[in-house]
T-cell receptor, first 109, second 114 residues
């Protein structure tokens, strides 16, 4: 099993709150990714990073932001959560092979 | 437009039976094709990965095939088990960018009944 972790696993939060989804990997991978997945739909890339201090937006526009201060850590932040942000967020790392974390199921009420 | 289409959308089979899932893609230039298994509420886990020159790859009871000419792949599951109930996602990578962009299908939701 891949050594990539996400916390929290589930989060229910009210509109307007600031949230940070954590993602850590212990495999020393330079490339890391954030995907958004709605039920029954495909994964959409929202952010990626080639390494420390490198972050790029993905295919799907997202109001979230990311940072990459350490190789192993790639947190995602929403400054003001809205119901439209309700989704599953998956973090991954790796190059030829992408290893996925267990995901965070976010519900914004 | 680079796309990955999977069929069927959902499938129900009885325990012990075999099944085959289909994937058609238009991604170009092609780098590799992967099949992932995603349990409900979990992240996807890789089952197989095939490059252009490979036309079959096995992982236990899972066998994937690839026809790069017709841009089709299939995942065959033999002697299904209850634990095979999951979404199976076809993912194609291109060679057109340093990122190695992944294109995801919507998955086939497989349910295995006892």
């Amino acid at each position: 099993e891949a050594d990539i972790y996400q916390t929290p696993r589930y989060l229910v939060i009210g509109t307007g709150k600031k949230i940070t989804l954590e993602c850590s990997q212990t495999m020393g991978h330079d490339k890391m990714y954030w995907y958004q997945q709605d039920p029954g739909m495909e994964l959409h890339l929202i952010h990626y990073s080639y390494g420390v201090n490198s972050t790029e937006k993905g295919d799907l526009s997202s109001e979230s932001t990311v940072s990459r201060i350490r190789t192993e850590h790639f947190p995602l932040t929403l400054e003001s959560a809205r119901p439209s942000h309700t989704s599953q967020y998956l973090c991954a790392s790796g190059a030829e092979e992408q290893y996925f974390g267990p995901g965070t199921r976010l519900t914004v009420t | 437009k680079n796309q990955v289409e999977q069929s069927p959308q959902s499938l129900i089979i009885l325990e012990g039976k075999n099944c085959t899932l289909q994937c058609n893609y238009t991604v170009s230039p092609f780098s590799n094709l992967r099949w992932y298994k995603q349990d409900t509420g979990r992240g996807p886990v890789s089952l197989t990965i095939m490059t252009f020159s490979e036309n079959t790859k096995s992982n236990g009871r899972y066998t994937a095939t690839l026809d790069a000419d017709t841009k089709q792949s299939s995942l065959h599951i033999t002697a299904s088990q209850l634990s095979d109930s999951a979404s199976y996602i076809c993912v194609v990578s291109d060679r057109g960018s340093t990122l190695g962009r992944l294109y995801f299908g919507r998955g086939t939701q497989l349910t295995v009944w006892p």
